[in-house]
């Protein structure tokens, strides 16, 4: 789905909320799996257990949570006919994340994870609303689940706790589902103990180096059985995830594109990138591994929990550098860097010409980061990469002029004014330097297999 499928697709939606006030209200209305069909040309739109909506309109899939649907763009366009309805989608794999509270942060990262791969976990401090009895629909929730993951580490095996009675839930539930199904899976966050109840069952190391896509694939084939679907963000063939660091990387493809100010033509081989700019929960897996230095506004060796999400800043260009060949990458080039922003066709900002609302820049008067992919979909580039303006300058691996030590960085930042978050502007710092706006996204020439 291209870039201008999915504007075409969020223009007419809204006008589609506009005119029918009854439709929004019955959107925000749907729980488990609704419909809104019928006059409205909406084939399908179906709540997801983590609370965004899959929304199906003819040939066109989207994901989008609760506040994108509030933020979609107003359009001026005249009205269109829509693609006649079609059949719903099926729905995602339901996963329930067992853990304890020591471990929150990992099981975070990885319920991210899991949702940008098209599963739909459940996790409690998401999934809770207030007031209701969390017992009971803890309880609920591992009843209703098609696959109950069991998030081990040190901590968990050891403390006493609600853990432990969750992990009798799942075990309960798990005596009664046919044999041979993939059902219950303990994973290790860490080097731990499986405890003896949980032996039976094959474990997966999260932290090896497929722990991560020995699950997903586990997940996929218990999704398989159950005549489930698994709908990632976007093709499968043009984006995958670097099993070293978990990032979701896209393909761009070979060819040529209008590089700069001037707009001339440049040519460049295929590369693929990471979809989002490095955070403070990524870059802490690269300093636990390699006892790499923290940046300074770090707690020791980890992020505070608030900003785990948001962009990794106070990185230099040596820090970058090593990040990027840890996670078996490189820094962009500024040519690459740029064509992954704004295309082939020369455009002036990731998404087209100027628009409110779509990066975090000094004009979204933030005053500060914001997590990563918060102005996802309606800033995305043409090749689905998030927060190419704002937010962050990001380092490159080019030289600011040749022979000197000065690196490129591109992208503008949160208090800069857009002006300065074009895709074409050029901004540098020495390698040295350490700066609040700096953060990184990392290159790889190909994907593997």
């Known amino acids: ?106 099981v975070r990262d990885l319920c991210r994870r899991l949702r940008s791969d098209g599963i739909a976990p459940w996790l409690a401090e998401e999934d809770l609303l207030p007031g209701q009895d969390w017992r009971l629909e803890i309880s609920k929730a591992v009843r209703s689940s098609d696959v109950i993951i069991i998030c081990l580490s040190s901590r968990a095996v050891t403390k006493a706790g609600y853990f432990q009675k969750e992990i009798k839930y799942a075990l309960d539930v798990a005596d009664k589902q046919p044999e041979g199904a993939i059902f219950l899976i303990p994973l290790r966050l860490e080097e731990c103990e499986v405890p003896e109840r949980l032996r039976r069952w094959q474990w997966v190391d999260l932290f090896g180096e497929t722990g991560y896509e020995r699950s997903l694939h586990a997940l996929r084939a218990r999704a398989e059985s159950l005549g489930l679907g698994t709908h990632p963000s976007g093709p499968a063939a043009d984006r995958w995830r670097n099993p070293k660091d978990g990032k979701e990387i896209v393909r761009v493809p070979a060819g040529k594109f209008l590089y700069g100010e001037k707009k001339r033509e440049v040519e460049l081989p295929e590369f693929w990138i990471d979809r989002a700019p490095v955070t403070n929960a990524e870059y802490a897996r690269f300093v636990a591994q390699t006892g790499h230095n923290p940046p300074r506004h770090w707690e020791g060796k980890t992020p505070p929990e608030r900003i785990a999400d948001y962009p990794v800043t106070y990185v230099n260009w040596d820090d970058a550098t ?118 990184l996204r990392v290159v790889v020439s190909r994907a593997p297999g």
């Open 1 to 106: 789905m291209t870039q201008e499928d999915t504007t075409e697709l969020l223009e007419r939606l809204k006008r589609l909320l506009a005119e029918d006030p009854a439709l929004a209200a019955r959107l925000a209305a749907i729980t488990g799996d609704g419909n809104v069909v019928g006059d409205h040309n909406v084939a399908t739109v179906n709540k997801q257990s983590a609370g965004d909506y899959a929304i199906q309109i003819g040939q066109f899939h989207l994901t989008l949570s609760p506040d994108q649907l509030r933020a979609l763009p107003v359009s001026a366009v005249s009205a269109s006919p829509l693609p006649a309805a079609s059949t719903k989608l099926p729905r995602q794999l339901k996963v329930f994340l067992c853990h304890a509270s020591g471990d929150k942060r990992a």
């Open 322 to 439: 090593a990040y990027a060949k840890w996670a078996g990458g490189r820094l962009p080039t500024e040519e690459e860097w740029e064509k992954a922003a704004r295309g082939t066709d020369g455009r002036e900002y990731p998404w087209g010409e100027w628009a409110e609302g779509r990066c975090n820049s000094r004009e979204a008067d933030v005053r500060g980061t914001t997590p990563v992919g918060r102005y996802s979909p309606q800033g995305d580039s043409p090749y689905g990469c998030v927060d190419m303006a704002g937010n962050v300058w990001e380092w490159t691996a080019s030289q600011y002029q040749p022979g000197s030590s000065s690196r490129v960085m591109r992208g503008g930042a949160w208090f800069d004014y857009r002006w300065l978050a074009r895709c074409a502007y050029r901004n540098w710092k020495l390698p040295d330097s350490f700066y609040v706006s700096v953060g």
